[in-house]
């Protein structure tokens, strides 16, 4: 793993590096001249440290946006517009995802796109779904699938690029069937905008042309290179006009044929091709997985927060929602620090209670969550993970000191036969939440895993230029299927499974009146969990609004090193973490949280500074 970056003063391209506040608010201000001044800290590797899925780019002012009727946060402009116009053609929340969701396939290909997957959730007015369009492993892959011929676990960058990580996609089949249930506009008329915009070309903007940048391995892939660079080996430049043919192709293949364009025939023909065909890391993706692959509709979990709340989130094979509530659950039963904020920062005491409650979370994730369809739930249930007595007995290994390293409880009394897993890289994202004219809502993050997935692009079959990349999700399994005791961890790999995530798509309802009041999520890998219990804490615990919740800096816990953001935190702040036994490391922690917030005259949308989300209604 390489040390974390980071950004040591640098100018972000196209603009000036400054901290946003609210429109108005000079809460923030002194921040944006800290940033200018931080050093680079880049300690040793540690493998408890997470290796980001996109390095930062930059940060850019956010005023936040009160609308009056419908919303939509996503991460591109472009993305955003396509859904705001579905919604204004009288279209549901569903349909102005699909055309979001395409779109972004084209405008933030690192991130996400209709080689990857997805977990959303639906709130129609009287009941939240949960829906599943997480990846699956090939029937032909076994427990053994990331250990070289030396027996050993692959290096991340060994089982990552190329085909070996590959998984089912499961994207566009997941819009498809909500789109059944909860559509309202043609399929054809939602996919329109990103083929329109594949044909004519989008401006290359800051963001992806600085993923490009620090890239060191898309250029090998054929395809890829010939869209991504220029004949120099060069990134094309922020402004340039990008224009996929291929992969306007393949969209009008799917708006005439949906799903089955990409999971049958000529496409997955092509991916299967170049999966199976890599010339130094091949995967075993057939055509009959992805002709196969199926789409759950999951039980949502809904959880109570301080009796005032019920946050709803994705069951596993998600790990998100259970451990963000563990994490909240356990500050809830810690005695209250008084001043969590100091000068608009988490202060020392609450970030010990916070990173403490997060090592235990985590402690857990690693050893019980994993595909529910292979996977017994601990105690006969996820929500044993969340039970007030199991927490209360957890909440009290926290003290002054740093426990260090926490170990798994057992939820229920049992002991458990499974090994945890073992600490490696995570990766992610991109989040869309929608709320449309009828008040029905949504939230989505989907995925290709790494950035640029698996550094591997098809073109559907049509001999054109672009092309869409494929996903590594495999790597999300555990590289080890056994402990050295012979325990099997229950995130290894295994035929038909889906690989463990920390994707967390989260609707907020009031609880006694079941109102819906917020929709947010965030991609981030791993960090997904902290970015997303920051914003709850900050908007229903502090009393901030959305945007100033996803302004506050970064922080976290991995069972490892406690996180904090880079040029965010005082010297004092970290003198007293460490005072308590914490290893501090500070570092970019680049979020890209979206959030739409209920208020007396409609929503209040926010979106991160980190990326180039934004939201859009009216």
Not at 268 to 282: E, K, L, M, T, W
């Given at each position: 793993m390489t040390p974390p970056r980071c950004a040591c003063g640098a100018s972000p391209p196209g603009g000036q590096r400054q901290w946003p506040g609210r429109a108005g608010s000079t809460a923030f201000a002194g921040l944006a001249a800290a940033l200018l001044l931080v050093a680079c800290v880049a300690p040793p590797p540690d493998p408890r440290l997470p290796d980001l899925p996109e390095g930062a780019s930059g940060l850019s002012a956010k005023p936040g946006w009160s609308v009056a009727r419908f919303a939509v946060a996503a991460a591109n402009p472009l993305a955003a517009d396509a859904g705001v116009r579905v919604l204004k053609a009288g279209g549901t929340a569903v349909d102005a995802a699909v055309a979001v969701q395409m779109v972004l396939a084209l405008v933030e290909p690192q991130s996400s796109g209709i080689g990857g997957g997805a977990f959303l959730l639906h709130w129609d007015g009287h009941a939240v779904q949960a829906w599943d369009g997480r990846e699956t492993a090939p029937a032909a892959i076994d427990e053994r699938l990331f250990i070289g011929a030396d027996g050993q676990p692959l290096h991340?960058?060994?089982?990552?690029?190329?085909?070996?990580?590959?998984?089912?996609?499961?994207?566009?089949?997941?819009?498809?069937?909500?789109?059944?249930?909860?559509?309202?506009?043609?399929w054809a008329q939602l996919v329109q905008p990103a083929i329109a915009l594949a044909e004519q070309g989008f401006a290359l903007g800051p963001r992806l042309h600085a993923q490009l940048q620090g890239e060191t391995m898309l250029a090998a892939d054929a395809q890829a290179r010939a869209y991504f660079y220029r004949a120099d080996g060069q990134p094309h430049p922020v402004g340039h006009v990008l224009r996929n043919p291929?992969?306007?192709?393949?969209?009008?293949?799917?708006?005439?044929?949906?799903?089955?364009?990409?999971?049958?025939?000529?496409?997955?023909?092509?991916?299967?091709?170049?999966?199976?065909?890599?010339?130094?890391?091949?995967g075993r993706l057939s055509e009959a997985d992805l002709a196969g692959y199926a789409v759950r509709l999951r039980a949502p979990i809904c959880t109570d927060w301080k009796q005032v709340y019920r946050v709803c989130g994705m069951p596993p094979p998600s790990s998100g929602h259970l451990a963000v509530m563990q994490i909240l659950g356990l500050l809830e039963r810690l005695p209250p620090v008084d001043q969590p904020l100091h000068r608009g920062v988490p202060g020392a005491d609450w970030l010990h209670a916070y990173a403490e409650a997060s090592r235990l979370a985590f402690a857990d994730r690693a050893l019980f969550v994993a595909d529910p369809d292979f996977?017994?739930?601990?105690?006969?249930?996820?929500?044993?993970?969340?039970?007030?007595?199991?927490?209360?007995?957890?909440?009290?290994?926290?003290?002054?000191?740093?426990?260090?390293?926490?170990?798994?409880?057992?939820?229920?009394?049992?002991?458990?036969?499974?090994?945890?897993?073992?600490?490696?890289?995570?990766?992610?994202?991109?989040?869309?939440?929608?709320?449309?004219?009828?008040?029905?809502?949504?939230?989505?993050?989907?995925?290709?895993?790494?950035?640029?997935?698996?550094?591997?692009?098809?073109?559907?079959?049509?001999?054109?230029?672009?092309?869409?990349?494929?996903?590594?999700?495999?790597?999300?399994?555990?590289?080890?299927?056994?402990?050295?005791?012979?325990?099997?961890?229950?995130?290894?790999?295994?035929?038909?499974?889906?690989?463990?995530?920390?994707?967390?798509?989260?609707?907020?309802?009031?609880?006694r009146s079941g109102r819906l009041l917020m929709s947010l999520g965030s991609p981030g890998g791993a960090a997904i969990i902290h970015f997303n219990a920051k914003a709850l804490i900050g908007t229903f615990d502090w009393g901030l609004d959305a945007q100033q919740a996803i302004n506050l800096p970064n922080f976290g816990n991995f069972n490892g090193p406690t996180l904090l953001e880079a040029g965010r935190f005082g010297a004092a702040t970290v003198a007293a973490l460490k005072a308590r036994g914490h290893a501090v490391v500070e570092m970019d922690l680049t979020s890209g949280l979206q959030a739409l917030q209920r208020t007396p005259t409609g929503w209040f949308g926010g979106a991160d500074p980190r990326r180039e989300g934004v939201v859009m209604g009216e």
């Open positions: 991340h960058e060994q089982a990552v690029v190329g085909g070996r990580a590959v998984g089912v996609p499961g994207a566009v089949r997941l819009l498809e069937a909500v789109h059944r249930q909860h559509g309202r506009l043609p291929a992969l306007a192709a393949v969209l009008r293949r799917i708006a005439a044929e949906g799903s089955a364009a990409l999971h049958t025939g000529a496409v997955a023909a092509d991916i299967v091709r170049r999966v199976q065909g890599h010339a130094s890391n091949p996977v017994d739930a601990p105690a006969g249930g996820w929500t044993s993970l969340l039970d007030d007595a199991y927490l209360r007995q957890r909440a009290r290994l926290i003290g002054e000191r740093s426990l260090g390293t926490a170990r798994p409880g057992q939820p229920g009394g049992q002991r458990s036969a499974l090994a945890p897993q073992p600490a490696q890289p995570e990766h992610g994202t991109s989040h869309i939440s929608i709320v449309d004219g009828e008040g029905h809502a949504l939230a989505m993050t989907t995925s290709i895993e790494a950035a640029f997935g698996a550094r591997l692009m098809s073109d559907g079959g049509t001999g054109l230029a672009g092309g869409f990349l494929l996903n590594n999700q495999l790597s999300d399994f555990s590289r080890l299927p056994a402990d050295a005791r012979g325990r099997p961890i229950a995130n290894r790999a295994q035929p038909g499974k889906r690989p463990r995530s920390s994707m967390n798509p989260t609707l907020v309802f009031e609880r």
